[in-house]
């Protein structure tokens, strides 16, 4: 079993910066593929990124591509996700979600969220 933590969210201005994070506990973490997904007020949660096990293979929404980047570190048991050239489309609560049974998310272990706004 795996637990997750994001962090890392906040206010930040368009055209603006943020790394989250998502804390893994559970001896397992580096068996997962994971994921950053993200939820606007009143939208249902969507897709952002996901990573698999090792880290060496990723793929994004197009809505983020080029703008965003997945990683992982095995040894911190910690997924991370740089938001670059942020926009206020990009306003949402974020979510980390883990899976090993291939990225099948609907059996995902999930995080609690942490919230990004970005101003205009």
């Known amino acids: 079993q795996v637990q997750l933590v994001e962090s890392g969210g906040g206010l930040v201005q368009a055209g603006g910066s943020l790394r989250l994070s998502c804390a893994a506990s559970?001896?397992?973490?580096?068996?997962?593929?994971m994921g950053w997904f993200r939820q606007a007020p009143g939208k249902e949660r969507v897709f952002v990124a996901r990573?698999?096990?090792?880290?060496?293979?990723?793929y994004y929404a197009d809505s983020v591509k080029g703008r965003f980047t997945i990683s992982r570190d095995n040894a911190k048991k910690t997924l991370y996700l740089q938001m670059n050239s942020l926009k206020p489309e990009d306003t949402a609560v974020y979510y980390c979600?883990?899976?090993?049974?291939?990225?099948?998310?609907?059996?995902?272990?999930w995080g609690q969220g942490t919230q990004v706004t970005v101003s205009s």
């Open positions: 990573i698999n096990w090792t880290g060496s293979s990723t």
């Open positions: 559970g001896r397992t973490f580096g068996n997962y593929a």
């Open positions: 979600a883990g899976t090993n049974i291939a990225y099948d998310w609907s059996r995902a272990y």
